[in-house]
């Protein structure tokens, strides 16, 4: 599998596994079919309430700690780094690990300050190999950064054909920031599947609209991680290695750019408000 260097040198696939809106009781086998068919990057969250299946699946497997790359995510804490700590080991203790890969803070709200002193410290001690955000806007990531010890080596953002966040990858790359995509079917939104443009560049490639989006993706150095339960399609979408979309292909792409989320605004007042008071019991 290709990677990308992080920050701090860690070596990150550049394509994996998602689990979000997989049911818990359909996780284990889900987890264990991509883990068959060679994916190695995990990409779960405390608040999808899968991490414990993960963590069978992961035991199951026989696969060397070594061999995998386990990301969960740090759901908005009430104030203070003990609760940010206690969160953290709760999740390592549902995967069942005694350190993560990539720890992320799930959304910029909160006392993000707060979870990132504790997520820092947590990183000095070694029990996570980088940390890293989901969902910052370029305003929130900069100040972070400026006001931090720590960079964060990622940002998992909402990045597809629709939503394409090259600005926002710029501004990430001078920062020293990976950029991962979360929803990079945009969850078959738009008619994604079936659109025009995606569908005429697959089949001048032989492939399906999925790969196409995922090679787009990974040409830009844009790490992904497509959820499937079916096994047909996770080994589809770990297959966008062994062809290149032409210049001229990457630039019909970039025409779909709408400039805005198909989900929801991180900035919308009452999604700040909606979220951010949130909480996922341990
Ligand atoms: N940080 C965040 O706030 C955040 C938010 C959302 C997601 N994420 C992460 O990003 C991951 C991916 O995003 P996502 O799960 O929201 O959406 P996605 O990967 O864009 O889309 C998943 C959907 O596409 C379908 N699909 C997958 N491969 C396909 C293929 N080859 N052909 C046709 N349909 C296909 C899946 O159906 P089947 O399963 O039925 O195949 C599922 O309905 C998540 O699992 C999660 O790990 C993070």
């Not at 190999?129 to 998992?156: E, K």
């Not at 926002?168 to 001078?174: A, L, P, S, T, W």
Request: proline share 5%.
């Amino acid at each position: 599998m290709r990677t990308v260097t992080l920050n701090n040198g860690v070596e990150m696939p550049i394509l994996g596994f998602g689990v979000y809106q997989i049911p818990p009781e359909q996780t284990e086998q889900a987890v264990t079919d991509a883990l068959a068919a060679g994916y190695r990057l995990l990409d779960t969250a405390a608040a999808y309430r899968n991490e414990e299946a993960v963590g069978r699946a992961i035991k199951s497997s026989g696969i060397a700690r070594d061999d995998l790359f386990v990301t969960t995510k740090l759901w908005v804490q009430d104030p203070g780094e003990d609760n940010t700590k206690r969160a953290f080991d709760a999740s390592l203790r549902k995967l069942g690990l005694d350190h993560l890969d990539l720890y992320l803070m799930h959304q910029p709200f909160g006392d993000v300050y707060g979870q990132w002193r504790a997520m820092q410290n947590l990183y000095r001690e070694g029990l996570i190999r980088a940390i890293g955000v989901s969902n910052f806007y370029p305003d929130r990531l900069v100040d972070l950064i400026d006001h931090n010890d720590v960079t964060p080596a990622v940002n998992q953002i909402e990045t597809h054909p629709f939503f394409q966040r090259t600005a926002d990858q710029e501004i990430m790359r001078e920062r020293g920031v990976q950029i991962e995509s979360w929803g990079p079917f945009a969850e078959g939104r738009n008619n994604l599947f079936a659109h025009p443009l995606l569908s005429e560049v697959a089949g001048a490639h032989g492939r399906s609209v999925p790969q196409v989006v995922l090679r787009w993706l990974v040409q830009r150095g844009v790490v992904v991680i497509p959820k499937s339960v079916r096994p047909d399609r996770m080994a589809q979408n770990i297959d966008v290695f062994d062809f290149e979309l032409t210049d001229d292909q990457m630039a019909r792409i970039a025409t779909l750019d709408t400039g805005s989320s198909l989900f929801f605004d991180h900035r919308d007042p009452a999604m700040v408000s909606q979220l951010g008071r949130a909480r996922v019991s341990d």
